[in-house]
């Protein structure tokens, strides 16, 4: 068992004083978007509309999350919202991969089942991936909006938004924290809609 002398202590208490430090900041610069972002996703699924969303690495497992959450529940039962992860299908992603590049594995998608009014959201701790930047060109033609999750400075993602778009940042230099945030941001986002569905209800 570690002792009160361990070095390690003061570690995890320095992360822990990290994580709340960047949690303020990014409140202060983020809780309109979140609710805009709630809103606007509902609109859309309410008007027929569905979100698709992507990243890469752990963004990935917050893109499928985010769909998962939002088809079944967060914290309560309602109706199923229809999202979907463009991250998971492996024989989709690597035919588009070998035959046009990885930049490619995510607006590839997006331009098959993107529509008018559905919502894309592309996420990346970065702002910089290539294969996100394209998902959002990709979204952009066919008249959809773009909810982007960034860190730092929003890196090319940030460049290349909408006045009709929604960014929602994480102003913070380690990837660690970025990814934090955006889970916080993701479970805000669902429990926002959860609860104007069941008010509505």
Do not use: K
């Not at 979140?34 to 990935?60: E, F, P, Y």
């Not at 088809?71 to 991250?87: D, I, S, T, Y």
């Not at 290349?160 to 380690?174: H, M, Q, S, T, Y």
């Amino acid at each position: 068992m570690p002792n009160d002398t361990d070095p390690r202590r003061a570690l995890i208490a320095d992360l822990f004083a990290e994580s709340r430090q960047a949690n303020e900041n990014a409140l202060a610069a983020n809780q309109a978007g979140l609710i805009a972002a709630a809103d606007r996703i509902l609109a859309s699924c309410n008007a027929g509309g569905h979100v698709l969303a992507c990243g890469n690495g752990g963004s990935a497992g917050d893109a499928q999350h985010f769909a998962s959450e939002l088809v079944n529940r967060f914290e309560r039962n309602r109706r199923a919202l229809p999202a979907m992860g463009l991250v998971s299908e492996s024989s989709t992603l690597t035919a588009i991969a070998n035959d046009a590049g990885y930049q490619a594995v995510f607006s590839r998608q997006v331009e098959a089942f993107g529509r008018p009014g559905d919502i894309l959201m592309a996420i990346s701790t970065s702002g910089q991936s290539a294969s996100v930047v394209e998902a959002i060109r990709a979204a952009h033609a066919h008249d959809m909006t773009v909810l982007a999750l960034t860190g730092r400075d929003g890196g090319t993602m940030a460049t290349r938004l909408g006045p009709e778009d929604i960014e929602l940042r994480v102003a913070d230099p380690v990837t660690a924290r970025i990814q934090e945030i955006h889970l916080l941001f993701i479970h805000c986002i669902c429990r926002l809609i959860e609860d104007r569905i069941a008010s509505e209800d």
